[in-house]
DNA sequence: TCATTAAATTGTT
DNA sequence: AACAATTTAATGA
């Protein structure tokens, strides 16, 4: 667990314009409200156990994933960290701390080497006052989420393994929030069992019984999904 | 472009 | 946790 918070710095650049296409709520913006915000948006390169936000630390940036996969995690009482999400690509996240000017009230760290964009809480702000459509997108990313961590509370207390893979991958699946997905998500077992919090033999098995009934398809360092509704009606056999 | 080698990922016990 | 099998990425002729 390294805290690269410097090399963060050093790494941020300009997006390039493959970049930009892979951020959801520029084409929602007016030509001139899209310039500001590209003129703000930073682009950086962040290296696997990086920590894009800690909790804590003072808000910065409205962050969102442009390649590679993050995950949000907390502290309970005891001081042990839990996982709330997954964050694949096209993932904005944030807002509600940009929103409030506070601190971070969780940690995102990434668990492979990722781009990150990143768009400063003044040019949020900016864009917020300014332009229906930044409003727009991100009321309908609050009401999305919202629905997540509703789902998520009921997949914390199912027991069943292979009911929790099928559920979690569905929300990485979700296309509102991370429209970077498509039909492959870029996740290795391994990682997919760091965020569901099972063992990776636990979800290669889970996996195969996932494939067994067609709802998805294993590939190399992925999986394509082929029934979405599939894995969200998972239920207890 | 092809063949070889190293690294990453998966499947299994 | 360990190991073998498989797939991909990197290298160099």
Known sequence: ???????????????????LAGIPWLARLTPEERQIAVAELQISEALAGDLVCRMGRPVTYWFGVVDGLLKMSGENAEGQAMTFAGLPPGGWF?????????????????????????????????????SIGFNRFVMNQLNERLGQFIAA?????????DLRVARSLAALFNPVLYPGVGEVLRITQQELAYLVGLSRQRVNEALSNLQTQNLIRIEYGGLRVLDL?????QRNV
């Open 94 to 130: 944030g807002e509600g701390t940009v929103l409030k000017r506070e601190a971070y009230r969780y940690n995102v760290q990434t668990l492979r080497r990722s781009l990150v964009a990143g768009l400063p809480v003044d040019t949020f702000h900016r864009l917020l006052d300014q």
């Open 1 to 19: 667990m390294s805290e690269v918070v410097p090399s963060l710095h050093q790494r941020r650049r300009a997006p390039t314009d493959a970049e």
């Open 229 to 233: 509704e599939g894995l969200r009606s």
């Open 153 to 161: 509370r009921e997949i914390d207390r199912m027991n069943n393994p």
